[in-house]
């Protein structure tokens, strides 16, 4: 089973930046695709941003051209840099790994953006 630690959330003001990191418990060259969701307070979970081993990325409208995610396989970790925040996007932010027929999540990361 894949662990999933996330880390680099935190409070910002509309208009800077984080990066978020996610970090597997073991080699992450054979996951098919990793990425990140997010769930607000009463909303349902949504997908942020996606990578392919082959290194397809996918992004949900709401963070293209201001989200990049990238995943370094020397170090197990998949990250997701995020640009010019608004405070739509507060939310809890979950790492996921998929491999085969199983889907693995980290325990998340509280993203805050002031306005």
């Known amino acids: 089973q894949v662990q999933l630690v996330e880390s680099g959330g935190g409070l910002v003001q509309a208009g800077g930046s984080l990066r978020l990191s996610c970090a597997a418990s073991?080699?992450?060259?054979?996951?098919?695709?990793m990425g990140w969701y997010r769930q607000a307070p009463g909303k349902q979970r949504e997908l942020v941003a996606t990578?392919?081993?082959?290194?397809?990325?996918n992004y949900a409208d709401s963070g293209k051209g201001r989200f990049t995610i990238s995943r370094d396989n020397a170090k197990n970790t998949v990250y997701l840099q995020m640009n010019s925040l608004k405070p739509e996007v507060t939310a809890e932010y979950y790492c996921?790994?998929?491999?085969?027929?199983?889907?693995?999540w980290g325990q998340g990361t509280q993203v805050t953006v002031s306005s």
């Open positions: 996921y790994a998929c491999r085969g027929w199983e889907t693995y």
């Open positions: 073991e080699s992450i060259f054979s996951i098919n695709r």
């Open positions: 990578e392919t081993s082959g290194g397809s990325k």
